[in-house]
């Protein structure tokens, strides 16, 4: 249970705070000035210290500069009646995480409360997890003996000494983001916030709010400040992942950023001096798409300084049978229990075409780990595209006849086989069979027209 401390001079607001979060499942202490709040604090931390700015005594910000060393990490709520921009600044500078006008609005505060806390948990949980890692004497927990793996290692720590901005590329599920933490944690600024956001997933004001911030009233729904994450980020790392997701306009004001090293929320007339570390990633071809004008060449130079390439689960094999070992233990911990892998099983996962890369590994694992009753992973926990999965057939389609072939035919019909295959598989779901093929189903769709086998498909999903 997250703990807050109430801090005001007047009793109605002590009281109905209180009230609030005890009924949001808070536990609650109060002080009726800032002096009284130091002392609380010094005897017991908080999690989150909703507090009045004006005070007999001492008031908000005093209290907030008494104790922000020895607490960096607590989360701080100012509500005022006669809000100051300099007290506002003070406050921000001092690390405050928002500001509330008061009269508030209760659904807001509630709200603006359980981000604030869940950015805490996010927090904390980073740091347990690093200590966890320091215990097992092990910074990385990256899994590879292949060198492509060494050599990805040796970038890590020497790309953690420094300031640069790194650029991470590599398909899906290759360990982008596992890289982007490791570097985080192995570089000075380890026991600061790394904090993590998908640009794909947003709109473009959405994320520039997201990542900038935004001040009271700046557009409709913007009743209080609000930090952004470079803010939050200050002095740790920030990762943008899916980079080649942002939008041209985005492009601009972030390579801005990274030039001035200062942001500015939306609606604000002055900018703030930050100082995260940027580490981006992309599975899209950025210097191709910077060819074609679909992404800003001079912010794709600015980010990659320092590229660092993570090579598809095919292209390093020999790493396989570790991180089956590894995800075994880790599904075996979380079930607690122990099991080992049968040969042939080990075999089948060696010799697969992971489209999906260590991810899609990991899931196969996790499944095959739940289903598995004896203390050995049998090749029936596999699914079936991995146990009937045949490289042979597939070398033999690439082996050229002597009088030589029509190479578009032949890849037209390859094609063709294919998506019959996959359909066959999935008793004609395409979904599932556009998953087997991993394409958008509108793709897989396109190819049902152009080999004209729609009506097939229909046929094999009724059972025909
Ligand atoms: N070398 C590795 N050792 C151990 N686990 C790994 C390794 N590479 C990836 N993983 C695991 O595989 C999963 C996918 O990795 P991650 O999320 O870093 O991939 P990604 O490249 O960011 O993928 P996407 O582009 O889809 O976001 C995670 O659970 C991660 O822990
Ligand atoms: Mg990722």
Avoid at 253 to 261: C, D, F, M, T
């Amino acid at each position: 249970m997250s703990n807050l401390l109430i801090v005001d001079d007047e009793q109605s607001y002590r009281q109905l705070l209180s009230l609030i979060f005890e009924g949001e499942g808070y536990s609650i202490r109060t002080a009726s000035n800032g002096t009284e709040a130091v002392e609380l604090l010094s005897a017991e931390p908080a999690d989150l210290v909703i507090s009045d700015v004006r005070m007999p005594d001492m008031d908000g910000i005093e209290m907030l500069r008494a104790v922000r060393e020895a607490l960096p990490d607590m989360g701080v709520i100012f509500m005022t009646a006669h809000a100051s921009v300099e007290a506002a600044r003070e406050a921000f500078k001092l690390g405050a995480d928002d500001f509330v006008t008061k009269p508030f609005d209760v659904d807001e505060l509630k709200l603006i409360v359980k981000k604030t806390i869940e950015k805490q948990a996010l927090i904390d949980e980073n740091r347990a997890f690093k200590r966890a890692q320091r215990e097992r004497g092990s910074v990385k927990n990256i899994v590879g003996n292949s060198a492509k793996m060494h050599a990805i290692f040796q970038m890590i720590e020497t790309v953690a000494e420094v300031q640069s901005t790194v650029l991470i590329t590599g398909e899906s599920g290759t360990g982008k983001e596992l890289v982007a933490r490791a570097i985080h944690d192995m570089s000075p600024r380890a026991e600061k916030p790394f904090i993590s956001i998908n640009c794909g997933a947003f709109t473009e004001t959405l994320l520039e709010s997201e990542l900038f911030g935004y001040v009271k009233g700046s557009f409709t729904g913007a009743n209080s400040n609000r930090k952004g994450l470079f803010e939050a980020a200050n002095k740790g790392t920030i990762f943008l992942d899916e980079i080649g997701e942002m939008s041209p306009a985005m492009q601009v004001k972030l390579l801005r950023v990274l030039q001035e090293r200062r942001v500015r929320p939306v609606g604000a007339h002055e900018e703030l001096p930050v100082d995260a570390r940027v580490i981006a990633a992309t599975n899209r071809d950025l210097k191709q798409m910077s060819l074609e004008g679909n992404f800003r060449e001079d912010l794709f130079y600015r980010i990659s300084v320092i590229p660092i390439h993570l090579p598809p689960l095919r292209e390093r094999s020999e790493d396989i049978p570790d991180l089956v070992q590894h995800f075994v233990g880790k599904f075996c911990d979380h079930a607690g229990r122990s099991m080992g892998v049968s040969p042939k099983a080990m075999d089948l996962l060696e010799n697969y075409m992971w489209g999906g890369n260590v991810r899609e590994l990991e899931h196969t694992i996790e499944r095959a780990v739940a289903l598995e009753r004896t203390d050995e992973i049998q090749p029936e926990r596999l699914p079936e595209h991995i146990t009937n999965y045949n490289p042979d057939r597939i070398k033999a389609e690439f082996e050229l006849p002597a009088d030589g072939l029509n190479l578009s035919a032949h890849l037209e019909n390859l094609e063709k086989t294919y998506v019959i295959e996959a359909l066959k598989m999935t008793a004609g779901n395409q979904t599932k069979a556009a998953d087997l093929l991993q394409m958008q189903v509108r793709s897989l769709r396109h190819l049902l027209d152009k080999h004209s086998i729609r009506t097939l498909s229909a046929q094999m999903r009724s059972g025909d």
